[in-house]
């Protein structure tokens, strides 16, 4: 489908709609993040921050610090989820002609919230693996190439002797690989986020799934 069509279509069912779909938006937004948000500012205020013997700033947590930090991740991977459904459910009604209002912000929590959060999860543990293995490949190429050069101070003596180009030789093949392995991991990591960016809207579309 064209672009300027789909663009067309979308500010077609829109109008009359924008205060609606902004207000859905920024409220989902707020509900999303004030969770981890208050739980954050609790765990900052319970820390303490000390200065080092060479005047460095160092930030002590404190036991009820980090448990907040863990209830603001677990809010972050439980709780936004079903709002972004629940945006989903609200863009596929407003495109289909059906009514729907801000208070529908909730429907992430009445619609079968477990498989929700089940679907998110999925896609990202997919997106991680997919970047994570040829990152991870790469990474090892990066250390036998640090291996090969044994410390700093026999490569800065190297190139002192007029041998920059041995050293190069030495790392060069190491180093390739793990610029293509991480390549790699790029191009198959956004290539996976954009296929799986219409995950939540499919499941809106399959509540049974």
């Known amino acids: ?32 993040t004030i969770v981890p ?56 009604m407003n495109n289909r002609g059906e009514d ?17 959060i089940g679907v998110a999860f999925l896609r990202y543990i997919i997106i991680w693996v997919v970047y994570f293995i040829p990152s991870f490949v790469g990474g090892i190429f990066v250390g036998a190439a640090a291996m090969r050069l044994a410390t700093i101070y026999d490569v ?11 050293v190069i030789q030495t790392i060069a093949p190491h180093a390739a690989l793990a610029a293509l392995f991480f390549t790699i991991a790029i191009t198959l990591g956004t290539i996976a986020t954009f296929m799986l960016a219409l995950a939540m809207y499919v499941r809106v579309d399959n509540p049974d799934m």
């Open 37 to 92: 948000m208050i739980c954050y500012i609790i765990a900052m205020a319970t820390s303490k921050t000390q200065q080092t013997d060479a005047g460095l700033p160092v930030t002590e947590m404190s036991v009820v610090g980090i448990i907040f930090v863990i209830i603001a991740i677990l809010a972050l991977i439980f709780i936004t989820p079903l709002f972004t459904y629940a945006t989903a459910k609200a863009f596929l």
């Open 100 to 116: 729907f209002s801000v208070g529908d912000v909730f429907n992430g929590f009445k619609e079968k919230p477990g498989k929700t």
């Open 156 to 166: 800065l003596q190297t190139m002192a002797h007029g041998k920059t180009i041995l």
């Open 1 to 32: 489908m064209n672009r300027l069509l789909i663009k067309k279509q979308a500010k077609a069912s829109l109008k009359g709609n924008w205060g609606k779909a902004i207000g859905f938006c920024f409220v989902a937004s707020i509900l999303a």
